[in-house]
């Protein structure tokens, strides 16, 4: 009896202990909102390691907290989350604390497709879709995709948290709401094919390109934001667009709308514009004396003597590959009262059938 219980303690003491390699994270890059919270899970390696306690610790609890995983965000910055194993192996999750938001309400839609893009190579971005998961990312300078299904058709209010997100693709998601007022880093926004009826872009300031066409907008003031080169608003219901004092837009169309008015003072560099199918009866292009190729303005309300000032107001620089006005279906457009030479004396093809 002593011989076997001797043996047996001999095999407990000899009994391998195996030590912890790793421990990987299931995120290792996050955004997250001030007062937010997340739960982080650690898988230890090797999966039958003797020991596999672990702590939390937090490089900055004033930005963000852990508590066995657990992730609260407090403010805004940046803190490296770790977590450890007894014989200090450990892993970070870097976390990004910031009030950069925004977001769009989907009504009825099953499949989202968002884009995103961001000034940095590695930015962490959060979507949380609004029925209880989120997807946690990072994106590039090239446009990263983001595809959710949802398990029916129902309003869903997204939310996307990011601290570097310059450019967002929202085609065809339908919205009916979108807030990107938070995120003044936006430099391009695609939101078009949406049921957007408004769209404040007043704390962009750097958006550079703008394509909202196809949607359900009344209204569209821009002034402030006067970094922008591209503006496609077609399609929309507006009856006021203020676009003054743009001065770096090149490309402007806000054709199938129902403006009465369009003032484009302070336009220097446009290139193109359309703005057929609307219900104006003038049109004044002093201001785009230099660059201005091609005006397209068919289907409005212009009277033979508007059509005159029209041609009045263009300018006479010589453009490598010719001039084009297109006055066709409009009040005027017929009269012999129209002076063509007035335009073609500064170069400009005009098209008036």
Not at 46 to 64: F, G, H, I, Q
Not at 214 to 238: G, M
């Amino acid at each position: 009896m002593i011989a076997i219980a001797l043996s047996i303690s001999i095999f407990s003491s000899c009994k391998k202990v195996v030590s912890v390699d790793s421990v990987e994270l299931d995120n290792n890059m996050v955004a997250l909102a001030p007062g937010e919270e997340m739960t982080l899970t650690a898988t230890v390696n090797p999966n039958d390691a003797t020991n596999k306690n672990l702590r939390w610790e937090s490089s900055n609890p004033a930005v963000a907290r852990v508590i066995d995983g657990l992730v609260t965000a407090v403010s805004e910055g940046e803190v490296d989350i770790t977590v450890l194993s007894d014989n200090d192996r450990r892993t970070v999750c870097k976390l990004t604390v910031t009030s950069n938001q925004m977001t769009m309400v989907s009504q009825d839609g099953r499949v989202v497709v968002i884009g995103l893009a961001g000034a940095e190579a590695e930015s962490p971005v959060t979507i949380d879709w609004g029925d209880g998961t989120r997807d946690f990312g990072t994106i590039s300078s090239d446009i990263n995709h983001f595809v959710h299904t949802y398990s029916r058709a129902e309003t869903r209010t997204i939310t996307i948290t990011g601290n570097s997100v310059t450019k967002l693709n929202c085609p065809d998601s339908h919205l009916t709401s979108l807030d990107v007022s938070k995120n003044p880093l936006l430099t391009e926004l695609h939101c078009y094919n949406n049921r957007l009826a408004s769209l404040d872009l007043s704390k962009n300031t750097a958006l550079t390109l703008l394509l909202c066409n196809i949607n359900e907008l009344t209204d569209l003031d821009l002034r402030a934001n006067t970094e922008l080169t591209f503006l496609s608003c077609r399609d929309n219901q507006l009856t006021s667009l203020y676009v003054s004092g743009l001065s770096r837009l090149l490309t402007l169309w806000c054709f199938r709308n129902r403006l009465t008015n369009l003032n484009l003072s302070g336009l220097t560099l446009l290139l193109d514009l359309n703005c057929s199918y609307n219900r104006l009866t003038e049109l004044d292009l002093s201001d785009s004396q230099w660059f201005l190729s091609n005006v397209n303005c068919t289907y409005n309300r212009l009277s033979s003597d508007a059509i005159n000032n029209l041609f009045n107001s263009l300018h006479d620089t010589q453009i490598e590959g010719g001039k084009t006005i297109d006055i066709n279906d409009n009040y005027g457009s017929m009269s012999e009262l129209i002076d063509r030479s007035i335009a073609e004396s500064k170069g400009w093809a005009v098209i008036a059938d």
